[in-house]
């Protein structure tokens, strides 16, 4: 897996389905990227295969509010499907 921290943030990039990183002290929180596998999915009224990924955070409670959690898992589920307004910061 590879590896970016900085400070008491921590990324990993795993090349599995999916798991859940787990937080060694002193970090406060920990990205976990999963492998991108074709799975079904419903778009519409129809099962597609499309290409996914599981990403999963853990983060310390006392220091990360749930609510700011998920708003920014909601922001880097963006950035990975829309590129362009990473890019672009639109």
């Not at 990993?12 to 976990?32: D, E, K, M, R, Y």
């Not at 079904?40 to 310390?60: N, Q, W």
């Not at 006392?62 to 920014?72: C, M, P, S």
Request: hydrophobic share 45%; proline share 8%.
């Amino acid at each position: 897996s590879a590896r970016v921290s900085s400070g008491p943030w921590l990324s990993l990039v795993f090349g599995s389905l999916f798991g859940t990183p787990i937080i060694n002290p002193p970090q406060s929180a920990i990205l976990g990227m999963h492998g991108i596998f074709k799975r079904p999915v419903a778009i519409g009224d129809k099962v597609e295969v499309r290409p996914m990924m599981y990403v999963a955070l853990t983060y310390d409670h006392r220091l990360v509010d749930g609510r700011e959690a998920v708003t920014f898992l909601r922001k880097v589920k963006d950035c990975v499907e829309n590129p362009s307004r990473f890019i672009l910061d639109l």
